[in-house]
């Protein structure tokens, strides 16, 4: 949000009544306010299926006993008063739930050929081999049944994946296509350890995934529309890349975009990650602190503009006033080209509030200006709670406000430049602190290193690069409009900005190589200590209520980072669609047995699932195991031998291939060969696959482990088919029965033969396999085959992550414990799979 700048507009706000005020003395319009919040709030625990009527009913039933308040006692009147502003929030979060779930894509219509037009209105991917772009609906095939009426209340937006796409202009923000596509239900990836995308598609309300096949541009939009202005701003920046044929281009021509127009698709991964792991990626795009710079520099020149205009005409009573919508036009006129980002969003509405409690002349608590904002923005945005950023602007600006309670601004305006460096370094150290838990839990680890890093980088981007951005972006508009000439002039404003990029970057770059630069949640119990420390010095208060508040944050804190008994032995399928990713818990230690795919366009599940379940479960995993080289399975394995490269790697041999030598490979390989028999941390495992002899191709060579804890089996068979299943019979006969089966070939029509089955006899049957992926998989003769054995059936595809635990009772008795993610992990009515 506005975090570090928004200090300085909010000054002339504190009186010495707002900063003796406590937290307990709110007015009745800020419990009103929190208990709207909370309703809110309530969000992920409501359904789909309740009825909004018995909820409206109460709410009204509610306020109509506060018109009685004459006969009530006013703590009565207030109890229900509160209830009915909590029962207005949650009638406003199903009413919204509702509106999202009004629509749903047809079953009869999965994948199904179909002619649809949208509107786009944004493009995120824009690679040769790939499209991606968002947009709403305009026109469908009458068997999607969409209803007329949503296209005006609640457009029905969807997100579009063009592979391969002909040598066409891509889609642009405002731009109709009419697309020849499949559709299916919108979904995502769900594991612990990462937050699921189908999360961000319900904040983005997007409601169906389509594949495009073929499309054609019906209309141009208007040159005047805002996304035209950040599709021609766009235009102009990409020209100016350093490229063969433009020697004395650019660099780095992906932040300036982002900086000017919120568009960050150009940034590449890698350059993300340093971002995150150095604290610093809050100002690479558009966001709330970039707005509020943006309304500080315009209050500054309005204010010698309209003072210098006040002082010829002899008035000044109010000419503050005009400086300050003048700097809010500004500001929404930014706000208007980031194309109403989140983060812009809610810092546009604190500076509105700002404005107003300036122009009214209100003495307003700055606690309570953030409540009001808060409860506002959820008013007008009730999904705002599940962008992270939302949590991470409301903490951040609430420490600032804390650190203002403790010293004010009069007594820092005062200080000289040596203390007012000091003051912004503790505030860096305060906001670092107070983001604690917030970064724990949303990136498994804490950039120590931000305080650094902020107080170096953000000078150079609020002096320096922002201004020479928002002055080029005004430039190309000018040019745009007839200006000619201003183009040129944008380029040289660009130029030193481009530099100035280059030793940020590298400075970045640099500071990685200081220990504190990232720290995993395995080495976070003692963050404790700087917690308590903050809310002594800064939780407003007596001595006696700081101590009670940071006893239990201390506690709370513990418990939390507490990491939970692991399970003695476990089996971890995640869902990584159309692949394979299967880890073996035994303790905190962990045997991969495979490591996903790696999809065109960069996402890797290796690096973006398997890896933050680990993190997240807080184990090391000492084997690699893939089954065979097939990218489903393999795609992810380079991600995580760089993350563990003390991890061994037993890998299928391909017939043909000459041995090597591994002695100094790290991590160190072995060929998985049939016969092998080796102890795991307990774990007795043999290697029952690839069979000696003839191979009948990669999917049938694929490494079978049989693992065997306690009496307990779990086969784990890759890709084998119809061939290899049968030589197994023949060669083991019943010696491979298992309590839990790894479905062969993600369950194709060539596996899973029924002499196979019945001889491995398992409890529970675990298939990976995409949501309504083009091969149909698992078959529907493969789920009949297991459905007449009474055998369960899962699949990560219908239930996100599976998680097999094993549990011993009482009796010391073994019994298995099944946990899917979207039914017992997570049960929110966000994170449920579309039911054919």
């Known amino acids: ?73 006013t703590t009565t009147v207030l109890a229900v008063l509160l209830l009915s502003a909590l029962l207005c929030g949650i009638c406003w979060s199903l009413f919204n739930v509702k509106m999202l779930n009004l629509w749903q894509l047809p079953n009869s219509q999965w994948r199904e050929p179909a002619q649809i037009t949208i509107q786009v209105q944004q493009v995120s991917v824009q690679y040769p081999e790939r499209w991606q772009f968002d947009g709403i609906i305009i026109d469908a095939p009458q068997a999607w049944k969409l209803p007329r009426f949503l296209s005006q209340i609640a457009p029905t937006r969807v997100r579009a994946q063009w592979y391969f796409p002909p040598d066409i202009s891509a889609p642009q923000p405002g731009e109709i296509w009419q697309l020849h596509a499949r559709a299916r239900p919108a979904t995502g990836l769900v594991n612990q350890g990462s937050r699921p995308i189908q999360v961000r598609w319900v904040r983005e309300r997007i409601r169906a995934s389509v594949q495009v096949h073929d499309g054609e541009l019906l209309r141009v939009p208007h040159m005047l529309r805002i996304s035209a202005i950040r599709h021609e701003i766009a235009s102009q920046v990409q020209q100016w890349q350093r490229s063969v044929d433009n020697p004395r281009g650019l660099d780095y ?355 973006s699932v398997v890896i933050p379940f680990l993190r997240y479960h807080r184990l090391t995993p000492e084997w690699l195991v893939l089954s065979h080289p097939h990218q489903d399975h393999v795609g992810g394995a380079p991600s995580l031998t760089a993350a563990y490269p003390r991890m061994q790697v037993l890998e299928t041999r391909l017939q043909g291939e000459t041995s090597t030598d591994h002695s100094h490979s790290i991590p160190r390989r072995w060929p998985c060969e049939w016969g092998q028999v080796w102890r795991w941390q307990g774990v007795l495992i043999r290697a029952l696959a690839p069979m000696p002899g003839p191979s009948f191709g990669p999917n049938n060579d694929s490494c079978v482990l049989l693992l065997e804890y306690n009496g307990q089996r779990v086969l784990l068979t890759g890709d084998i088919q119809r061939l290899t299943e049968l030589r197994m019979v023949g060669r083991y006969e019943g010696s491979f029965q298992a309590h839990i089966l790894q479905v062969p070939h993600h369950g194709s029509q060539t596996s899973s033969q029924t002499e196979f089955i019945d001889r491995v006899a398992p409890e529970v049957a675990l298939v990976g396999a995409g949501f309504l992926n083009q091969w149909g998989m698992p078959h529907p003769d493969v789920r009949k085959r297991y459905a007449e054995r009474r055998i369960p059936l899962f699949n990560t595809g219908d239930f996100g992550q599976i998680s097999v635990i094993l549990h011993r009772n009482r009796e010391n008795e073994y019994n298995w414990l099944i946990r899917p993610f979207r039914q017992e992990i997570q049960p929110f009515w966000y994170l449920q799979q579309a039911k054919p």
């Open 253 to 607: 021509t992906g932040f300036l975009l982002a900086l000017m127009t919120g568009n960050r698709q150009y940034i590449h991964t890698h350059q993300w990650q340093l971002f995150q792991q150095t604290g610093v990626a809050h100002i690479m795009a558009i966001s709330g602190l970039h707005l509020t710079l943006v309304f500080g520099f315009a209050w500054w020149l309005a204010r010698l503009g309209w003072l210098s205009c006040a002082l010829g005409q002899g008035r000044q009573s109010s000419y503050e006033r005009h400086t300050l919508l003048t700097a809010l036009l500004v500001a929404v006129a930014y706000a208007a080209l980031a194309d109403f980002a989140v983060s812009t969003t809610r810092a546009l509405i604190l500076v509105s509030f700002f404005v107003v409690t300036r122009c009214l002349g209100w003495q307003i608590a700055p606690l309570r200006i953030l409540l009001r904002c808060v409860a506002l923005l959820l008013l007008l945005d009730p999904f705002a709670w599940l962008d992270p950023g939302f949590w991470l602007s409301v903490t951040a600006v609430l420490a600032i406000f804390l650190w203002h309670w403790c010293a004010p601004w009069e007594s820092r305006t005062k200080a000289g430049a040596l203390q007012k460096i000091a003051s912004l370094w503790r505030l860096e150290v305060l906001l670092t602190l107070a983001l604690i838990p917030l970064t724990i839990s949303y990136f498994q680890g804490i950039p120590w290193i931000a305080p650094l890093t902020n107080l170096w980088v953000i000078p150079i981007f609020t002096l320096l690069i922002l201004p020479l951005c928002l002055l080029a972006a005004l430039l190309i508009v000018l040019e745009l409009l007839g200006v000619v000439g201003a183009a040129q002039i944008a380029y040289g404003l660009a130029y030193p900005a481009d530099i100035a990029l280059h030793s940020v970057i590298h400075g970045l770059m640099l500071s990685t190589y200081v220990p504190l630069h990232w720290q995993s949640v395995q080495d976070l119990r003692w963050s404790v200590i700087p917690l308590v420390w903050l809310v002594l010095r800064y939780w407003p208060g007596a001595m006696w209520q700081r101590l009670g508040a940071s006893s239990v944050l201390s506690v709370t804190m513990l418990i939390w980072l507490q990491p939970p008994k692991p399970p003695e032995f476990a089996v971890h399928m995640l869902d990584v669609g159309q692949g394979n990713a299967i880890v073996i818990q035994r303790g905190r230690n962990a045997l991969l047995y495979d490591a996903g795919p790696r999809f065109v366009g960069g996402f890797d599940t290796g690096r």
């Open 1 to 73: 949000m506005c975090a570090r700048q928004f200090q300085g507009l909010m000054s002339n706000s504190y009186s010495l009544q707002a900063r003796m005020l406590t937290v307990n003395r709110f007015l009745p319009l800020d419990r009103l306010c929190a208990a709207f919040i909370g309703g809110v709030l309530a969000m992920p625990w409501l359904s789909p299926t309740w009825s909004l009527w018995w909820l409206l009913l109460l709410t009204g039933a509610s306020f109509a006993i506060c018109m009685y308040r004459h006969a009530l006692r």
